[in-house]
């Protein structure tokens, strides 16, 4: 049951309603690996990061049964770095920088032990840098997940598509969706996106939930009605990360344990959004997630029979 | 378990961009009678007509149970009109014509036979008008619900919050949860709503679905994913009929309960868009309503234990 994440580690500067914080670690690699971490007790993940990434986290994902052999450092170069700031409503952000710096020239080194992982979750990257990993694993995956986003739509659709054809879950967001099959309606575009090659989609809808997709099942999850969504970064890489180790912990791909898996990943990014960055993902608990998940559960059980 | 409803019998032409209506028959009492049908046997209305009205429409009405005592006609006057136009994302409309006519100046009389209802559905109508009828109500109901609109918050606020603390159920969409308490998450909305008097509310968000809350408990109802809107008029007060219908038929208004008429209400909705104005609620059958009610049973639960 080994888990494989491919993902950028990185710094963020975030500006919310709330507040605003300086460079503060972030990155899919980063939510993604942590809210594993959580389901796991050991795993793997491939990244980049720069000579400046403070070695005190690599330490933390280290302690979280995090192995960053395949974690490459670059001496002398520079971190990524991305800087946004949200408006009020929260569903919409503006890229204020974006500072590829050692993702440019990112060769995805897949480090021998790695090559055999059985679950794999590619993170938002360049989607040829995600099927390079794929084509560097020797044995087939039981599942490999990817997210991506517009972004790759905009100016790789050939490349992205060609990705998407190798993999067995999308997990995009419900614009992605509509720009990748050019269709509004959301099943209409999850049929689409089924022809493409993956078993299962998963359309994630922010605050309105996810639904999860196989060409004969549906599912529909919620997302908890939150007082205060604190700092939406990440979300969407902690739902993942919930997902995809749910998944491998639990070592089983029937679409019945697909929508648990949707469950435990709904259950992470509503942690998630509670604090500024990684803040709140490091001080969870499973009782925390014990009892988010039976919140779920109260929240869309319903009995038929009176 | 004796079931009122009060709403506007009228006439609609509607524009989506699937297609046009000349005058067909529409109104928040239309709709919520005829999806309410479904559930109670016998059922009273209150509304007001002109005598450009068609008597087929009320034989209809009176053949599936709806008692057409209370519903005024008035000589010589014509019914209230109202025409709109849907964009493509069917979420957002633009009204083209109102004209009030008859309901400008409608006395809502309660016939004696009506007036020990138990179960009350006040549609959207002007606050004063909602007011009045349970005024003129001797006994106390079971439970009265209301829905209202926008309109009315901008132009009589007081005499809506006045209303709003003489009911048990108030049914708003998320737009008019956010106007009514100025918060814009619903959670905080929904608390605030409690706080004005009503026992529970419910937040309806359209192809997001709709959440019940009461001052401890809170539940999400999905909406089904569907391939195509054909057109949203009066999805909303077919959403209140399916609701206060098996509300009244059951007899019941614990949470389950009320849980279970969300989903009842839903379901009803789902059909209502799949046909211009009343056609498709004209058509459903109980077998109809069992099969999508069981789709959205699937569509959302899961079992946490493997």
Redesign the interface.
């Known amino acids: 049951m080994s888990l494989l994440t491919v993902g950028s580690v990185a710094f963020d500067a975030i500006e919310t309603p709330f507040g605003k914080t300086d460079k503060i670690v972030g990155g899919a690699g980063t939510y993604i690996s942590l809210a594993s971490s959580f389901f796991v007790e050991n795993q793997n993940i491939i990244s980049v990061v720069g000579s400046d990434f403070p070695a005190a986290t690599l330490s933390e994902m280290n302690s979280r049964g995090i192995n960053t052999d395949g974690l490459q450092i670059k001496e002398g170069e520079k971190t990524f770095f991305w800087s946004g700031k949200y408006h ?2 929260m569903n919409n952000r503006d890229t204020l920088v974006t500072e590829l710096n050692v993702l440019e020239h990112f060769d995805p080194i897949v480090p021998k032990p790695y090559q055999t992982s059985e679950y794999i979750m590619l993170g938002n990257l360049s989607p040829s840098v995600q099927s390079t990993v794929i084509e560097r694993i020797t044995k087939r995956p039981k599942l490999i997940a990817m997210d991506t986003m517009n972004f790759w739509m905009d100016i790789a659709m050939d490349d992205l598509k060609k990705t998407i054809s190798m993999v067995d879950v999308l997990i995009v967001n419900d614009e992605e969706a509509r720009q990748l099959t050019g269709e ?5 575009a999850a049929k689409n996106i089924l022809a493409m090659g993956p078993k299962y989609v998963i359309i994630k ?1 922010g605050e ?2 996810a ?1 999860l997709f196989s060409e004969s ?6 997302a908890l ?5 604190f700092d939406p970064t990440g979300a969407g890489d902690t739902f993942a990360g919930g997902f995809m180790g749910y998944l491998a912990a ?1 070592d ?1 791909i029937t679409f ?2 697909l ?2 898996a949707v ?1 435990y990943g709904s259950a992470m990014a509503s942690f998630c959004v509670e604090k500024f960055g990684t803040e709140r993902l490091l001080e969870v608990t499973q009782i925390d997630i014990d009892l988010r ?2 919140k779920f ?8 029979k ?1």
Chains 1, 2 share one sequence.
Do not use: W
Not at 217 to 222: G, K, T
Not at 297 to 304: G, I, P, Q, T, V
């Open positions: 009020n409503d509004y309606a959301l099943v209409t809808k309105h939930g639904l099942q549906m599912f529909f999850a919620p009605p939150l007082a205060e969504v639990t089983d019945d344990n929508k648990r469950i998940v039976k559960n109260d929240l869309s059980s319903f009995d038929l009176k």
